[in-house]
Nanobody
């Protein structure tokens, strides 16, 4: 089991950048992939990016992969999501989540495959 807490959301002007943080705590041992998801009002939750337990394998959605960087500080149990050139359509609640996974790979951005979720952090892109 994991507990996850997001931080770093806020109001950003179009073209700006934001770095979100996800700090997680393990309640049980095991390997977990950590993913970032977002949900805009009236829309389904969508996968943005994920990173493997060992931190070297990542997967990102085609719609945003050219503007983001996901990284992991293993010592701090924290996953970061940096998004550049923010657009109004990036406005959403951003969640991090964890799922049991292999040590080496993160293979899924399907939110239904993630069982542990943070409370979310609001990102608003507006001038």
């Amino acid at each position: 089991q994991l507990q996850l807490v997001e931080s770093g959301g806020g109001l950003v002007q179009p073209g700006g950048s934001l770095r979100l943080s996800c700090t997680f705590s393990r309640l049980t041992s095991g390997n977990y992939a950590i993913g970032w998801f977002r949900q805009a009002p009236g829309k389904e939750r969508e996968g943005v990016s994920c990173i493997s337990e060992w931190g070297a394998d990542t997967k990102s959605a085609d719609s945003v992969k050219d503007r983001l960087l996901i990284s992991k500080d293993i010592a701090k149990n924290t996953v970061y999501l940096q998004i550049d050139n923010l657009k109004p359509e990036d406005t959403a609640v951003y969640y991090c989540a964890g799922r049991r996974s292999s040590y080496w790979y993160c293979t899924s951005l399907d939110p239904t495959e993630y069982g542990y979720w943070g409370q979310g952090t609001q990102v608003t892109v507006s001038s």
